[in-house]
């Protein structure tokens, strides 16, 4: 009897990542491998890194090295890197890690297979589904290792998309999210210019598709066509993520951002006027170099004034080979960090509870994902969690609940 083959994947990072490696086992899957959750058990383990931040670095690094006995005690076995930590410097890597024996870049094929000319799609994908439109930024903020790993920009087709989308839909897909590190610049580099309003309005024709959602936007790229296709196309959802990341000039300035605080508020209110259901989130970062107790306040008063729905907000660690930590000094304290990351944290709690708890009373139309503790969960158009109790299946299927109940990061209701 012929022994299967099988693959591990370990994945960290964003929705990007994710993505990736759903692909990735798709391949492996077509060329035989059998899928483990025990690394122990595996012929191929890939690593799908991310080095955004300092802690998920070193989560991938000693993850490598619990690996190294594993590979010492059967060295057949294929180790593999992909992700973010994997630049330019792959020499650099083999040096430090002579234990794995590939790294390859994002989004790529693994080096030791035939090449596809597609990574072919999952046969069973997810209810709601990634789709990853473009690779790369041209934006190089101060603070991202990003566009040094992943490269410049890079569209794919609107065809070559569209087709993706409409082949995921036959096999069960009924929410397709849009990914790029910053989609409003998607088509640029594409010979017709095609842009993001484009695409949706393509996606949007898609029968048998419910929901359509898109991420990550850039302020200074988001453009007002956009912004009116959203407020016309029925299946593009009420919700957009806007990374401000911070709200004084001079710190936007030094992140290198490319707008200004007035610049963001008004593209945000003409966002709302024009999609008054919009919800809106967002990204922040405390404690970037040179930030000072006031400017901080700025920060805090610019989320308390735009009463986002929801805020990612993290304390700004250096990234090696970013121009933030070549230039400037990481000179606010990690205990000041902290503070200011509590403060924007305790902020935003309030805020997200008083936003749901205006929902009371109210009927949401909710597409349904999965059960959680007995309960349906899904999630509104303007991605709000919602619970609600039922002998009934209702997977995948789009259903009108009435709110009942609400808490900062979820609400609870009757069908």
């Not at 483990?36 to 690094?61: F, G, M, P, W, Y």
């Not at 619990?66 to 294929?78: E, F, I, S």
């Not at 029925?234 to 806007?242: D, N, R």
Request: proline fraction near 5%; charged fraction near 25%; include cysteine.
């Amino acid at each position: 009897m012929v022994e299967i083959p099988k693959y591990y994947i370990w994945t960290i990072g964003c929705q990007m990542n994710k993505v990736e490696s759903e692909r990735l086992g798709g391949l492996f899957e077509e060329l035989g491998y059998q899928v483990t959750d025990i690394a122990e058990e595996a012929d191929v383990i890939v690593l799908n890194s991310c080095v955004v931040r300092q802690h998920a670095e070193d989560k991938v690094i000693n993850k490598l090295k619990n690996l190294k006995a594993l590979k010492h005690a059967r060295p057949q076995l294929k180790l593999a890197v992909t992700g973010c930590l994997v630049g330019p410097d792959i020499a650099g890597l083999k040096q430090i890690l002579p234990h794995v024996d590939y790294f390859f870049k994002p989004g790529e094929f693994p080096p030791w297979l035939a090449q596809p000319t597609a990574m072919p799609l999952p046969s069973h994908p997810e209810l709601s589904t990634y789709i990853t439109i473009m690779q790369g930024c041209n934006n190089f903020c101060s603070y991202c290792i990003v566009p040094y790993r992943r490269g410049r920009e890079r569209s794919r087709p609107v065809a070559e998309i569209v087709n993706e989308a409409k082949e995921l839909v036959k096999r069960g897909t009924k929410e397709i999210i849009l990914l790029g590190q910053n989609v409003d610049s998607y088509g640029q580099d594409l010979p017709d210019k095609p842009d993001l309003a484009d695409l949706l309005t393509e996606i949007n024709d898609i029968e048998g598709l419910l929901r359509i959602r898109f991420l990550t936007s850039h302020p200074k790229d988001m453009s007002e066509k956009l912004i009116k296709t959203m407020a016309c196309l029925k299946k593009v959802c009420e919700q957009v993520s806007l990374p401000v990341q911070a709200g004084d000039d001079e710190i936007l300035k030094l992140m290198k951002r490319g707008y200004t605080v007035d610049h963001y508020r008004r593209l945000a209110n003409l966002m709302r006027e024009n999609i008054p259901e919009l919800a809106l989130s967002t990204d922040l970062i405390v404690g970037f170099p040179t930030e000072t107790t006031e400017q901080f306040q700025n920060s805090y008063d610019l989320i308390n004034e735009m009463k986002f729905d929801t805020v990612h907000v993290a304390a700004y660690s250096p990234r090696e080979g970013t121009t933030a930590t070549r230039d400037l000094k990481d000179d606010v304290p990690a205990e000041e960090k902290t503070r200011r990351l509590k403060m924007i944290e305790e902020l935003q709690e309030n805020i997200s509870a008083a936003i749901n708890e205006s929902l009371i009373g109210k009927t949401v139309e909710i597409f349904v994902d999965g059960k959680k503790g007995g309960r349906w969960r899904g999630r509104t158009r303007t991605d709000k969690l919602v619970f609600f109790n039922s002998k009934n299946n209702y997977l995948g299927q789009l259903v009108k609940v009435k709110i009942d109940s609400a808490g900062p990061w979820s609400v609870r209701g009757k069908l």
